[in-house]
Structures are given as C-alpha cells and as structure tokens.
C-alpha cells in the first residue's frame, strides 16, 4: 500500500488549487458576495506553500460544502464542491487506498464538469482535463501511478473521473528539446540562421522569410512557427501548450511550450509544414514573368 508523506500532499495541493481556481468564477458570477470558497483556496494555497494543517482548512471544507448546497445554478455549485474536495487533499490517509484516489481526482472531475455546464458543451469537460493534465508536474503524475488504481463506475461523474485517472497515468511522451528542434530546422533546404533580435531568440529564415524562431520564455523553451490559419485553431483547441503566437501575428503563427505535452513527432511535422508554407508562397511571387508583348515599331514619315 502506498503511504504519502506530508510532501506529497502539498503537491497534490497545490495542483488541486490551481484547478479549482479556473472555474471559481463560474461560482462568484452567481454567488458574487458569498467568498467562501475564495478562502478556502486561499487556506489550500497556504498549505501547498508549506504552512501547518490545521482545523481551519476542515473548516473551510464544510463552509465551501454548504455555499455549493445553496448556490442555485449547477455550474456554481459544481465549481464549489471542486473547490470543496481540492481543500480536503490536505488531509488525505497517509495509507491511500481507492477511494480515496477519488477523492484526489475529484477537483479536476468537478471542474471538468462546472465548465461542461456552463458552456452547455459535453467537449468543454474534455478541454478542462486535457488543462489539468497538463498542469500536472512529472513527480505528480509519477505519484498518481503509484497509487491504487481506481475503478470508476457507471454514472457520467464517474466517467470523468476515470477520464482524469487515465490521463495523469498514461506516461507523457519524451519531451523534444529546443537543440533538436533546432537542428530541424537548420537541416530544412535553403534555410539560413539569423539573430535580428539579439543573441536571442535564434530566427529561421527560407527564402528570405521568417518561417521558426527558437528561444526562451518565462526561463521555459519556446518556439514559434508558421502555420496555416485553419489548422491553426485546432491545435490550440487540442493542445494547451500550443497558443497563438507571441509577439507575432496571431492568425499565422503558434507559439509552442516544449513541455512534453505536445508530441515530438507532430512538432517535427509542425517545422516541416511551417517551412512548406513560406516555400509555397515564395514559389507562387516567384512565377514565370508573363512575356512582353512588343511594340509594334513606327513608320518614320518623311
């Protein structure tokens, strides 16, 4: 049986705040003067930080409880009893067993639903996990594997629940570093490295064209290609770590977060698409020049 140490708990606290937090203002739209919920996260948030367990955060968690109860429009109450349960991981057994895996999973479960019914959108409830998720660091979901395995049940709270628990441990792919992004692009045909900027960021350029530019954000690398505005949208409805591009026009470019969460095989296929469509456009201006009609010379009068 696994036994989680005070540690653990906090890390799981301080993940479970942060999901909670995304759909409190689904409860304060409704429940504008009712701040119960917003201190118990504030009592979670210290916790996380390294504060002492005390009998207030039991307190909060009955508080936020019964603010869920009263609130009246489902998505509130909902995004309260996220809030609810996120409080309660502070006092999860130390001896974790099934249930009580539920219990861990149950923030994003419950915020996954308040956004499903807010947005009157059984996808939104999928876009909220895949968020969660994301936000899980690797000692997190290495953590939630060594857990009981949770078998969920039939209703559609359940089927949320299992959706989570199977994300947080499915194993995140390799993460693809910045140098090898890097040597993608240099290895793309008729492509040229240039620093306008500074030493920083490295910019890619084909046919005297930005297609990639490679760099740091927030101390974490970054790199943000060209793409075509249809496909664009997609990939930032599926990928949260891919958002429109920084400092770029945000039609026409993504930014992406080498975080691990995006496939190196999709990021290599990104740089290659990106390098495409600067080459299709060059060839497209590049045309063969229509020939000139001549002029038809004049007779000189004498």
């Known amino acids: 049986m696994l036994v989680v140490t005070e540690q653990d708990l906090r890390l799981l606290a301080a993940w479970a705040e942060e999901c909670a937090l995304h759909v409190l203002p689904l409860f304060e739209a409704k429940a504008p003067k009712d701040t119960r919920p917003r201190e118990a996260l504030a009592a979670l948030r210290g916790f996380a930080r390294g504060e002492k367990r005390t009998a207030r955060l039991r307190t909060h968690v009955s508080a936020t409880l019964a603010a869920a109860r009263?609130?009246?429009?489902?998505?509130?109450?909902?995004?309260?009893?996220?809030?609810?349960?996120?409080t309660g991981i502070a006092y999860t057994h130390a001896n974790v067993t099934a249930q009580q895996v539920r219990h861990v999973l149950g923030p994003v479960a419950y915020a996954a639903q308040a956004q499903a019914?807010?947005?009157?959108?059984?996808?939104?409830?999928?876009?909220?996990?895949s968020r969660a998720v994301a936000k899980a660091s690797p000692a997190l979901r290495a953590l939630v594997r060594r857990m009981p395995m949770y078998r969920p049940g039939r209703g559609a709270f359940d089927a949320l629940l299992g959706r989570v628990n199977a994300a947080l441990r499915k194993r995140a792919p390799r993460r693809m570093t910045l140098a090898e992004v890097e040597r993608r692009c240099a290895a793309k045909p008729d492509t040229v490295l240039t620093t306008p900027f500074g030493p920083r960021p490295h910019v890619y350029k084909t046919a005297g064209k930005?297609?990639?530019?490679?760099?740091?954000?927030?101390?974490?690398?970054?790199?943000?290609?060209?793409?075509?505005?249809?496909?664009?949208?997609?990939?930032?409805?599926?990928?949260?770590?891919?958002?429109?591009?920084?400092?770029?026009?945000?039609l026409h470019w993504n930014t992406i977060r080498l975080d691990g969460t995006v496939p190196a095989s999709l990021i290599r296929e990104l740089v290659d698409h990106a390098h495409e469509v600067i080459q299709a456009a060059a060839r497209t201006t590049r045309g063969p020049k229509p020939a000139r009609a001549r002029r038809p010379k004049r007779r000189r009068k004498w």
């Open 70 to 86: 009263e609130v009246g429009d489902p998505s509130a109450r909902a995004a309260a009893r996220a809030v609810a349960v996120a």
């Open 210 to 250: 930005m297609f990639a530019l490679c760099g740091h954000l927030d101390d974490a690398e970054v790199i943000s290609l060209k793409c075509d505005p249809e496909r664009s949208s997609t990939l930032r409805l599926t990928f949260p770590a891919i958002t429109a591009g920084y400092h770029l026009h945000k």
């Open 117 to 129: 019914l807010a947005d009157d959108d059984p996808d939104a409830a999928e876009q909220a996990i």
